[in-house]
């Protein structure tokens, strides 16, 4: 199974937000965090704000943060949010459809692969929330809220 760049860049954004408690990120941040395309990240960053994981904040002291809580992002949900389609392999098209057990065996592993996400969410993907604000080059949470 191989998630789009897509999907990537989705959780990223997520993640960046997530470790940030309620900070304000703009979308250049974040590209120059991970060493990626702005234009990329508009794209997902509108994607994720219209469903409802991001909320966007308009102006000049504006940006994006967690429309909720992270233990309320489910990052199986997310990652059917994200990408497009799961056909792992065009079954539907194949003379040998109608006798292969492949398809079968491929669902299978589909729905394995999907029930392992569903049991996670943000939250669980953020328990080194220090650890990772610092490898972007800030302070750790505590120390923000003290400031």
């Known amino acids: 199974m191989r998630l789009t760049r897509y999907t990537d860049y989705a959780m990223r954004v997520l993640l960046y937000v997530g470790a ?6 703009s979308i250049a941040e974040i590209a120059k965090a991970y060493g990626i395309s702005q234009n990329h990240l508009m794209k997902v960053v509108n994607d994720l704000v219209r469903a409802g994981y991001l909320a966007s904040v308009r102006g000049r002291f ?12 489910n ?4 990652v059917r949010h994200s990408e497009e389609g799961f056909e792992l ?12 057990g492949l398809t079968g065996v491929l669902g299978e592993a589909l729905a394995a692969f999907m029930a392992v996400l569903d049991r996670y969410t943000l939250a669980d993907l953020l328990t ?10 800030e302070m750790p949470s505590k120390a923000i809220a003290e400031a």
Do not use: E, N, W
Request: glycine fraction near 12%.
């Open 89 to 100: 392999v065009d079954c539907a098209s194949c003379v040998i459809a109608p006798a292969c």
């Open 75 to 78: 990052v199986g949900a997310v």
């Open 20 to 25: 940030r408690d309620g900070a304000l990120s």
């Open 62 to 73: 504006g940006g994006i943060r967690l429309a909720r809580p992270a233990d309320t992002i």
């Open 128 to 137: 080194k929330r220090d650890a990772m604000a610092a490898l972007f080059g």
